[in-house]
């Protein structure tokens, strides 16, 4: 089985400040990961993913993320936010070679952007 | 835009009334799913279907009953549901992989905002 902790709920930052969104995940195989975002009244939206190959992975809306598997870590950073970076952001894992097996989510972690 | 749409929107209804959710993806992916997010939580399994079957039912009440009457649609259908079932339901889909080939990529649609009185 898998699991997903996001250590921040939430995390107040300044305009144009660098930000990072900690990922956790516990897993016994190998696993594919995920970050989507949430704005506010509306479903989710995939920010990026982890399939294979490179560790960095970049993103939508300047976003990138950093797997590493020694520390079972998938970090989310923005070296600069704006204001409509205000969202609910959700961590994922799914186990490799699982055919349709569901994600598993963090509980998220709500990014508020302050002018 | 999304590419997966749901409607409708917003829906009110008392715990008496027959209502339906409804999905529609155009993308030829053959999975789809139903979750059920409340207010500050993050989204939770409801009922996948692959190929148009049902593969997961994750201890529902059968006061949802989901239905996949083709490979582009989803519905949600309700009856006799309570004021806990209020929330956001999120459908989304995704190429169904078999085993080993590959991952299983999601596309959420908005949502349909569900109040029960």
């Known amino acids: 089985a898998q699991s997903v902790t996001q250590l921040d709920s939430q995390v107040p930052v300044f305009e144009e400040a660098p930000v990072e969104l900690r990922c956790n995940y516990s897993s016994s195989v190998s696993v594919y990961l995920f970050w989507y975002v949430q704005y506010p009244n509306q479903g989710l939206q995939l920010l990026l993913k982890?399939?294979?190959?490179?560790?960095l992975v970049k993103g939508i809306n300047g976003f990138e993320a950093e797997f590493n598997k020694s520390q079972t870590s998938f970090h989310l950073r923005k070296p600069s936010v704006h204001i409509s970076d205000t969202a609910e952001y959700f961590c994922?894992?799914?186990?490799?070679?699982?055919?349709?097996?569901?994600?598993?989510f963090g509980k998220g972690t709500r990014l508020s952007v302050i002018a | 835009d999304t590419e997966v749409t749901q409607t409708p929107k917003h829906l009110v209804m008392g715990m008496t009334n027959k209502k339906s959710l409804k999905c529609e993806q155009h993308m030829g992916h053959r999975a789809m799913y139903w979750y059920k997010q409340k207010a500050k939580k993050p989204p939770e399994l409801m009922f996948v279907y692959s190929y148009e079957k049902l593969s997961i039912n994750e201890s529902v009440p059968s006061r949802f009953s989901p239905e996949c009457p083709n490979s582009s649609l989803l519905n949600l259908h309700l009856h006799a549901l309570q004021p806990e079932d209020s929330a956001l339901y999120l459908c989304?889909?995704?190429?169904?992989?078999?085993?080993?080939?590959?991952?299983?990529?999601?596309?959420f649609g908005a949502g349909s905002r569900l109040t029960v009185l």
């Open positions: 989304a889909s995704s190429q169904d992989k078999e085993k080993g080939s590959g991952a299983n990529v999601l596309t």
């Open positions: 982890y399939l294979s190959g490179s560790t």
């Open positions: 994922a894992v799914s186990p490799r070679h699982s055919g349709n097996t569901p994600l598993v």
